[in-house]
């Protein structure tokens, strides 16, 4: 193995990211509306009747989960489910989501499908979108990861003064792993990480987006 991908040879983990992803600052001051289509075209008024809804990958019903290993990719991940609460614009419901977002990075991770990643991400979230060019990097050319699954076991939010909502969350993540087409390693496996991380998140348009997200050193 003589050549890699710059980003992903230098570390995909969430915990390291802040530093991996084009020097990213914690915190860098995303800020904006909703996620918006980049395109520079105007919906027509039909796509503008069409409720904007997060893309959500069809699990195979009955299906077993297998983790991901040397011999190939994960399968038949869990879809996250998106808890009633966190459709409400309330502090529950602000945690709610910010754990939700987090399994669907760890979802990502496992599969490789960064849609609803994206989706639940506003455009302007620098680390966000590292976090969506690093994890399709991995995937990228027949690759897969195996490991760096998240867990948070805390979340708490509190009102920020800008309108949106500062949730601090205790982020587990398993050892990392990228394999080749072949199985072998692509890079040097990753450590777990126990990391803190804020998340400014938004209620608009009847949903939470991730507006800004960084790690507390």
């Known amino acids: 193995m003589t050549s890699h991908n710059t980003r992903t040879s230098r570390g995909l983990r969430f915990g390291v990211l802040a530093v991996v992803v084009g020097?990213?600052?914690l915190l860098a001051g995303c800020s904006g509306g909703a996620p918006a289509d980049p395109?520079?075209?105007s919906p027509t008024s039909e796509e503008?009747?069409?409720p904007s809804t997060t893309p959500t990958p069809t699990p195979t019903p009955s299906a077993v989960y297998k983790p991901a290993d040397a011999s190939g990719p994960a399968q038949n991940v869990p879809v996250p489910v998106l808890p009633e609460v966190a459709k409400t614009e309330t502090k529950e419901g602000a945690e709610a989501?910010?754990?939700y977002w987090f399994s669907v990075l760890s979802y990502a991770y496992e599969t490789g499908?960064?849609?609803a990643l994206s989706h639940l991400s506003k455009l302007e979230c620098s680390f966000c979108q590292g976090l969506v060019d690093d994890i399709e990097a991995a995937w990228a050319e027949g690759k897969w990861i195996s490991g760096g699954q998240i867990e948070i076991?805390?979340?708490t939010a509190k009102p920020s003064s800008d309108g949106s909502t500062q949730v601090i969350l205790q982020v587990l993540q398993k050892e990392l792993v990228i394999h080749n087409q072949d199985g072998s390693l692509y890079q040097e496996k990753t450590a777990a990480t126990n990391a803190g991380s804020?998340?400014?998140v938004k209620f608009a348009d009847a949903e939470w987006v991730v507006s800004d997200l960084g790690l507390i050193r």
Do not use: C, I, Q
């Open 48 to 50: 503008s009747a069409s």
């Open 113 to 115: 499908d960064t849609a």
């Open 198 to 200: 804020v998340a400014m």
């Open 23 to 25: 020097g990213l600052l």
């Open 97 to 99: 989501f910010a754990k």
């Open 39 to 41: 395109g520079a075209a």
């Open 153 to 155: 076991p805390v979340a």
